[in-house]
């Protein structure tokens, strides 16, 4: 019911930056809470970062706290995540995701809607 589409990825050095978009269409986010995951082959999602309904709180995982920040456009239909200080270890597909409950939003069971994913590699 709620289309996301991930843009911004690509291949950048460590100690760079990048700035994610994930552009909703369909219904309005506004209503939602907004996060961002990042998968690596063989691994499981994991959570990145997440923004609440009406932003009320935002939320980092430990590893990229103080690196990357989450902020939202609800005019826009749009969800950024700035990453600076990109470390290899930040390689990974990174997806958008939309949850109508908004609780628990630092893991994946809340969401509702994903997009497909746009690849961030960090060269060392």
């Known amino acids: 019911q709620v289309q996301l589409v991930e843009s911004g990825g690509g291949l950048v050095q460590a100690g760079d930056s990048l700035r994610l978009s994930c552009a909703a269409s369909?219904?309005?986010?506004?209503?939602?809470?907004m996060g961002w995951f990042r998968q690596v082959p063989g691994k499981e999602r994991d959570f990145v970062a997440a923004?609440?309904?009406?932003?009320?709180?935002?939320y980092y995982a430990d590893s990229v706290r103080g690196r990357f920040a989450i902020s939202r456009d609800n005019a826009k239909n749009t969800v950024y995540l700035q990453m600076n200080s990109l470390k290899p270890e930040d390689t990974a597909v990174y997806y958008c995701?939309?949850?109508?409950?908004?609780?628990?939003?630092?893991?994946?069971?809340?969401?509702?809607?994903w997009g497909q994913g746009t690849q961030v590699t960090v060269s060392s």
């Open positions: 995701a939309a949850a109508q409950k908004r609780t628990s939003i630092n893991t994946r069971y809340p969401y509702d809607y």
């Open positions: 369909g219904r309005t986010i506004s209503s939602y809470a």
């Open positions: 923004i609440s309904w009406r932003e009320i709180g935002t």
